[in-house]
């Protein structure tokens, strides 16, 4: 069964461990490239308008921030990487920020990368999902916007996405999403469903 998202509150922002909440729910959190549509996605699959920020500028989602669903899930919205320019102590701090969020949340179950359908999976993709194995965290790949192409370009992403992806093994789900017309989010809601009780 979906999960049913009856109520999803902002806790707080945070840039490093002490600023956290406490770590007693299941976590799940959404990264990818800047732009890529994760902010949309946490607000679709909590049919919340505004809950998380969202913008046509790359780079609006500058601090992790922390919501809490139903009282008993956590969702993590974190900044994306990799938008053209970005200037190198930015570039730091982004790091700084998301390996000491990796390397001291110990209720991860689970993240979420979304990747712009019509980009296809990057370098810089690739590289948060090895990182991801090598914290053991399982990735669910999100090919967003996915209202921009055809029904049979989306099923040729999602094939050549998996091919291309067959080597990481702590990828369980590939699937398509929009925030637009609601394409995945049902399955969405299946996987954190399914998810959830592994902490
Ligand atoms: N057509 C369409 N546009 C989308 C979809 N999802 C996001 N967008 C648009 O893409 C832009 C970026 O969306 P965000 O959700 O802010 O992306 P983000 O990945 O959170 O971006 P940063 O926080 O800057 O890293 C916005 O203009 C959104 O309206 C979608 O499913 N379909
Ligand atoms: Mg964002």
Same mark, same amino acid.
């Given at each position: 069964?979906?999960?049913?998202?009856?109520?999803?509150?902002?806790?707080?922002?945070?840039?490093?461990?002490?600023?956290?909440?406490?770590?007693?729910?299941?976590?799940?959190?959404?990264?990818?490239?800047?732009?890529?549509?994760?902010?949309?996605?946490?607000?679709?699959?909590?049919?919340?308008?505004?809950?998380?920020?969202?913008?046509? +500028?790359?780079?609006?989602?500058? !601090?992790?921030?922390?919501?809490? @669903?139903?009282?008993?899930?956590?969702? %993590? &919205? #974190?900044?994306?990487?990799?938008?053209?320019?970005?200037?190198?102590?930015?570039?730091?701090?982004?790091? +700084?920020?998301?390996?000491?969020? !990796?390397?001291?949340?110990?209720? @991860?179950?689970?993240?979420?990368?979304? %990747? &712009? #359908?019509?980009?296809?999976?990057?370098?810089?993709?690739?590289?948060?999902?090895?990182?991801?194995?090598?914290?053991?965290?399982?990735?669910?790949?999100?090919?967003?916007?996915?209202?921009?192409?055809?029904?049979?370009?989306?099923?040729?992403?999602?094939?050549?996405?998996?091919?291309?992806?067959?080597?990481?093994?702590?990828?369980?789900?590939?699937?398509?999403?929009?925030?637009?017309?609601?394409?995945?989010?049902?399955?969405?809601?299946?996987?954190?469903?399914?998810?959830?009780?592994?902490?």
């Amino acid at each position: 069964m979906p999960l049913n998202i009856k109520k999803s509150d902002f806790v707080k922002s945070a840039t490093k461990p002490s600023q956290y909440p406490e770590d007693i729910f299941p976590e799940f959190f959404f990264a990818g490239k800047s732009n890529a549509g994760k902010s949309s996605m946490l607000n679709k699959i909590c049919n919340r308008r505004k809950l998380a920020i969202t913008s046509k +500028t790359p780079g609006r989602t500058q !601090l992790i921030n922390f919501f809490l @669903i139903n009282n008993d899930i956590s969702f %993590v &919205d #974190i900044p994306g990487y990799g938008f053209a320019n970005t200037p190198k102590n930015v570039k730091r701090s982004w790091e +700084t920020m998301v390996m000491s969020y !990796l390397e001291h949340r110990k209720n @991860i179950v689970s993240m979420f990368i979304a %990747v &712009d #359908i019509r980009r296809g999976v990057g370098r810089l993709d690739e590289a948060m999902l090895e990182l991801c194995e090598n914290f053991n965290i399982n990735a669910n790949i999100i090919m967003t916007k996915s209202d921009k192409v055809s029904n049979s370009e989306k099923a040729k992403t999602k094939i050549t996405t998996k091919n291309m992806l067959s080597d990481y093994k702590n990828i369980s789900n590939i699937q398509t999403f929009s925030a637009k017309n609601g394409d995945g989010v049902d399955n969405a809601l299946r996987i954190i469903e399914n998810t959830k009780i592994k902490i």
